[in-house]
């Protein structure tokens, strides 16, 4: 039997249809408006059954045992053992010493809604995500410049701008797109330090060196505007601060400013030229912008480079969202008064979005070791593995072995769930219906249909949350009998309900597709505009203008200490099989493996006598990791790239015994673990 769902395995939510036999699945294929020989495959949707019928999979609550060990447990034992320790805290007036903290695996739109229900229902500020390393911060920056964050229509531009990422890798949808503009004849624009697949196909590839993004936006800021190739008629009517950005812009000269970052200045100057005189152009930007120290003022210059062209909201350049209308589920109001979130030190990026939060994750571990702003005792960690994706892995292992009560929700026993106190099976994007936060972003709404029943005794996210807030005297806040009623509940304001969307696979549109949306609505922003310039920010003490306090001292992690750690190395990339530590537990997965490894230029390798498949150690100030080493020219001389998110696979191979927390963007609070000072030596 054929069945609609959205794959969740990944953040893409894409559409798929799934093959099901006497009540197993049996295979999941992504839909996509390209014929299936021309679509980018997806692995891990190959190996879809494997994951979901994995021996791997936690499939019965198991609760910590005197010995340590862990102990298979009913639902009811279970979950009246989390509830005990919750009403512990709140009979202590403490429920702000309770958190929790939530990965990506889950989704961020209701099932991150159902846990902030729950949170702020029951007194604690402190359900944080981990936004701060993904795509939240870059969020913010759009949003203060434009009100949201515009998503690329590749499929019609004419020029495509790529700026860290490679949709093959990520985004299949979008990496389809590209491919139908290209075959159309659109021109590609690469930026990245690595020599991507997708870098070998454009016709500008700038091999930026890492970290330095901000620079180069700011200089063909300069290019575009100094040759008067800007959309003077936009910047006139719908802008605000031109006059600001100009004159900062005018800091940052090509021919000065390019080979700092390992640029040729002829070619960076082609690129400004190509991007802004072909029309219509969508610029994409990635996940290689976040986990950087710069993160907020690199994101809002490129964002600007969307609006001195004019290619914001328009047909094939980037497209503002309309975002469905939903009832709040988050019951914010229920918070006591006065009490802060462990994330006050970020109050800018607490407040940007109505619906966000708190998503700075570091703060956890503050919170946990340094008793700032005040101690956590308890958490609960949903579909996530701070152990491993963290900066600074072993202080977060610190932390979560300090707590006096550790929940994990996971389908499988990571690092982080083998240090907790109780674990809850959780089903997979298969066995659940949910609202995913695709699907209320932005027209079509596309439901993520159950397809087959949670394997073993596993249960859904919703269903968790459901019933333990009932368990801690929730009842009137989860009054829904079933998901569906809950979806129906949020979706009440747009008129839709789950039985009609199961009734069209392919989504229900609310309002018809609108482009220059500012025409008659403006701009989501405090003026009414496209904002270069941000009063809001300046009267907050940060920089109106990208970089008009000029640039920080360091831009890399460990910036201070080249002398001892010579090279930059860059956090390997997004591999299309795994997503961040997941699923290297599955051997169709792993076969033929060759990504396991640190790539070194064949000129830093030939001065280190260092060859293909030697044993190499990378060290920084915070520890060290061995791989083998693969000597390739994708990474530019002076860099290494590592292998990431294997450290759930093999303890010695986790990236982030390397990184740093302990300086972070003063915005955003992410800390530099897409780049850093090290040095390399053969074992």
Known sequence: MKKDTVCRMCSSCCPVEVEVVAGKLVSAQRKSFLDQDKRSPCLKLQAAADIVYSDQRITTPLIRAKDGSFCPASWDEALDLVASRF?????????????????????????????????????????IGNGSICFVAREMAHTYTYGAM?????????????????????????????????????????????????????DIWLQIKPGHDGLLAMAMINEIISQDLQDHAFIEGFTTGFDQLREVA?????????????LDPQQVREAARLYATTRPACLIDGNGLDM????????????????????????????????IPLRPLQARDRLPAGVTPITAPYPLFNAFSETWGNQVQSCVVDAILDQKPYGLKMLVVQAGNPVVTMADSGRARRALRQLEFLVVIDLFMTRTARLADVILPAAGCFEKT??????????????????IEPVGQSWPDWKI?????RRIGLEQEFPWPSVEAAIDDQLAPAGVTVERLRQESGGVRVEGLRHEKYLQDGFATPSGKFEFFSSRLQESGQAGVPYGDGFPESLI???????????????????????????????ALLKGEDGCVIDIHPV???SRQIVTGDQLQVTTPRGTLTMPARVSSVVHPGSIRIAWGWGDYKAGYNLNSLTDDAVRNPVTGTPGQRTFMCRVSKV
């Open 87 to 127: 009403l512990h805290y709140k009979q202590q007036a403490q429920p702000e010493a309770v958190g929790w903290l939530r990965g990506m695996a889950a989704d961020w739109g209701a099932p991150w809604d159902y846990a902030n229900r729950l949170m702020n229902c029951y007194g604690s500020p402190n359900t």
């Open 150 to 202: 515009a998503f690329p229509e590749a499929a019609r531009a004419r020029c495509i701008l790529v700026w860290g990422k490679h949709d093959a890798d990520t985004t299949l949808g979008v990496a389809d797109a590209i491919k139908h503009a290209l075959s159309n004849g659109a021109k590609l624009i690469v930026i990245d330090p690595i020599q991507t697949p997708l870098a070998g196909k454009a």
């Open 250 to 262: 005018g800091r940052y000269a090509i021919d000065r400013i390019a080979p700092d970052i390992w």
């Open 292 to 323: 950087q120290l710069d993160i907020f003022q690199s994101t809002r210059a490129v964002a600007c480079l969307r609006g001195i062209t004019g290619n914001i909201d328009r047909p094939g350049g980037d497209v503002l969202p309309q975002p």
């Open 434 to 451: 949910q609202l995913n936060r695709a699907a209320t972003r932005n027209n079509p709404i596309i439901l993520q249909d159950q397809v």
């Open 465 to 469: 949350v459901f019933e333990l807030g």
């Open 557 to 587: 992690s460990f910036g201070d200490q080249r002398q001892d750690f010579p090279l930059i190395g860059i956090s390997g990339r997004r591999d299309i099989r795994f997503t961040n530590s997941q699923y290297r537990t599955i051997p």
């Open 604 to 606: 830093d390798a030939a």
